[in-house]
């Protein structure tokens, strides 16, 4: 149940590469980690909230942000500790991650 709450905000389980719950012979394990999706709505991104973006990925991501074809930004290796600095920051430069925009 608590992944389709963290799915509402934008944040997504990580597995390890060889998949969650399957994998090569079953051999994936979950890892204690999440995936963020920010929205880029209409692809319009200003000079403030990337900064931003890359000083949370510099921060929490090992420094890495993935651009999306469906213009996204993801960034992996979030720990549930970060998950409130990283909100309140997009919040703050009028960012939000895939789910329901907040108002």
């Known amino acids: 149940m608590a992944e389709y709450l963290f799915r509402w905000w934008g944040a997504y389980t990580q597995g390890d590469g060889a998949g969650v719950t399957g994998g090569k012979g079953g051999e994936g394990k979950a890892v204690p980690f999440f995936m963020l999706r920010i929205r880029i709505p209409n692809g319009i991104l200003h000079a403030h909230q990337l900064r931003t973006i890359a000083g949370i990925a510099e921060k929490y991501a090992q420094g890495v942000a993935d651009i999306t074809v469906r213009q996204n930004i993801q960034l992996h290796w979030i720990t549930i500790e970060s998950l ?14 895939s789910g329901p925009a907040v108002t």
């Open 84 to 97: 409130p600095d990283i909100l309140e920051r997009l919040w703050k430069v009028g960012s939000t991650l």
